[in-house]
């Protein structure tokens, strides 16, 4: 009932504020109505930032993504991507994307799909369409890239001590006939570039 009777109280304070401001009323008889094509231009309302905030960064965090500079190593990008519950699926996705830094080259296959992701205990499983596999380039050197980008990029989580690669749902004995990928791996960082 307050809240009721609050409501109508401001109602009217603004009603009258309104009315003795000219907002409401009549124009005088010498004054012209302001034309309708007028577009009244408002000031954009501005956000409060904190002491050494960036806006641009404001909702994002960076994270690294390791992609093959042709030469069978891995090369870390950086990349800010939005803050969100799940960084981790994210993170893959940014990777089936593709790098954004000329020179290197993408490690997963063209329309490969992140079907699911989920960690218990250290050991994160990632579920891939089955792409990864059917449109694979092959090749032994590749395919350490293609595991090794995952693996690496997914290790740099603190939760993430070790990876199993699912295509379609299934444990797969390996991508392209060359590394197995039955078990769990853990992270290799021999494989990554020192630039």
Known sequence: MKAVVKFFIYMGLIIIALYTSGCLANPEPDQKPIDKDVTVLQQPVIQPMLANEDKSTADTTEVILYFTDGNGKLVPERRNIRKVPGIARET????????????????????????????????????????????????????????????????????????????????VPTIAGHLDISCPLIRDQELVSSI
């Open 92 to 171: 893959i996705n940014e990777l089936c994307r593709g790098p954004q830094i000329n020179g290197l080259m993408p490690t997963i296959p063209p329309n490969t799909r992140l079907l699911d992701i989920n960690i218990k205990d250290g050991l994160c499983t990632i579920n891939l369409s089955g792409e990864l596999i059917t449109s694979h380039s092959g090749g032994s050197t590749a395919e350490n890239m293609t595991v090794y980008s995952l693996v690496n990029t997914l290790s740099q989580f603190q939760s993430i001590e070790a990876v199993q690669i699912m295509v379609d749902g299934k444990k």
